[in-house]
């Protein structure tokens, strides 16, 4: 944590091989934890970025959930938990992206809430728990 200055930021990348990555960065220091997945052209992505800290004596955590599946979980360096780290969607590639939905929550989602969304491709707000708990046999 001692490489982390003032200057930072935290989020969701796309690496030189197009697999996505949680990548925290600042001016001095960086640390990319890669996915399983590729990111292909003209294709659709669900993507969750939780980030949790239960208490003071645990170590911050961030889990990638993309379509619907639990890709990454990494402990957060502390300095980019505690600072006011910027949000940010980044990719070394050159690529048209477009964004259909973005949420900020003042709570973690839960799985369930997750995969709901991602299998009936809707927002949280038009997510219908019940109906997946039932189709999946949960």
Not at 29 to 57: A, Y
Not at 117 to 122: E, M, N, R
Request: glycine share 2%; hydrophobic share 35%; proline share 3%.
């Amino acid at each position: 944590d001692n490489d982390w200055d003032y200057s930072r930021s935290a989020g969701i990348a796309i690496d030189e091989t197009n697999y996505f990555s949680i990548l925290f960065c600042s001016t001095i220091s960086q640390k990319i934890v890669r996915s399983s997945v590729q990111v292909k052209p003209n294709e659709w992505f669900h993507i969750v970025l939780v980030q949790t800290r239960n208490s003071e004596d645990e170590s911050p955590e961030q889990k990638l959930w993309i379509n619907g599946k639990l890709e990454v979980t990494t402990e957060v360096p502390r300095a980019a938990y505690d600072s006011c780290a910027k949000l940010s969607l980044r990719t070394k590639q050159e690529f048209v992206m477009k964004l259909a939905d973005f949420s900020i929550w003042s709570r973690c989602l839960l799985p369930i809430e997750i995969r709901s969304i991602y299998q009936q491709k809707t927002s949280i707000d038009n997510a219908d728990i019940a109906k997946y708990i039932f189709e999946n046999q949960i």
